[in-house]
């Protein structure tokens, strides 16, 4: 059974950087395409980014692309979601998502994941 769970969530300024973290239990990491997912107050969740199961590709929303970088370390089981220049408008609840694949691919859309963590908070006070 594949366990995932988030950390790394809190409360930033306005132009600061946080960097959140999820490990993955219960499979083999390595073949599993992980995504991050948001929900801001009062909105549906959305898409922020992507990475296939190498590493070696990425793919971001529009909203956070040259702020933000995934990234993996599949020795450590964990993926990483790097937030730089932060603006209130990130404020939300942030989730990993994985799904298993035996081609490297990126996934974008929710129904594409099996997997799910609970979630981390992330304020963005201004």
């Known amino acids: 059974q594949v366990q995932l769970v988030e950390s790394g969530g809190g409360l930033v300024q306005a132009g600061g950087s946080l960097t959140l973290s999820c490990e993955l239990s219960?499979?083999?990491?390595?073949?599993?395409?992980m995504g991050w997912f948001r929900q801001g107050p009062g909105k549906e969740r959305e898409f922020v980014g992507t990475i296939n199961q190498s590493g070696d590709s990425t793919y971001y929303a529009d909203s956070v692309k040259d702020r933000f970088t995934i990234s993996r370390d599949n020795a450590k089981n964990t993926v990483y979601l790097q937030m730089n220049n932060m603006k209130p408008e990130d404020t939300a609840v942030y989730y990993c998502a994985a799904e298993w694949s035996d081609d490297s691919y990126i996934y974008t859309r929710e129904n594409e994941y099996d997997y799910w963590g609970r979630g981390t908070q992330v304020t963005v006070s201004s």
């Open positions: 219960g499979r083999t990491f390595s073949h599993y395409v």
